[in-house]
């Protein structure tokens, strides 16, 4: 008989306890869930807006920007002119 009295004595001593930790918890688990579904919708905007830039035709990776600024066969490279004209004091 004595053990069972005291397991609601011992419920009874932790139920502050618990009570204390839900508490706490409480407020974390719900910023938690509130930067989960921020962090999905950003997510989901930043999928929408790279379709969008894809679809105009535009680079949105590395291979892709290299391949959208190859120059042609047969023309000259003309990058270090720019570097030369940008490099000259007047």
């Not at 009874?12 to 930067?35: D, E, S």
């Not at 679809?55 to 047969?74: K, N, V, W």
């Amino acid at each position: 008989m004595t053990e069972s009295h005291s397991t609601p004595a011992k419920r009874r001593k932790w139920l502050p306890c618990g009570c204390l930790l839900a508490t706490f918890l409480t407020p974390i688990l719900l910023l938690t869930a509130v930067y989960m579904a921020w962090g999905f919708r950003a997510s989901r905007q930043v999928a929408t807006q790279l379709a969008r830039i894809q679809q105009a035709g535009l680079p949105t990776s590395y291979d892709e920007l290299a391949e959208f600024y190859r120059i042609e066969d047969g023309l000259e490279d003309a990058t270090q002119h720019y570097v030369e004209a940008q490099d000259r004091k007047y």
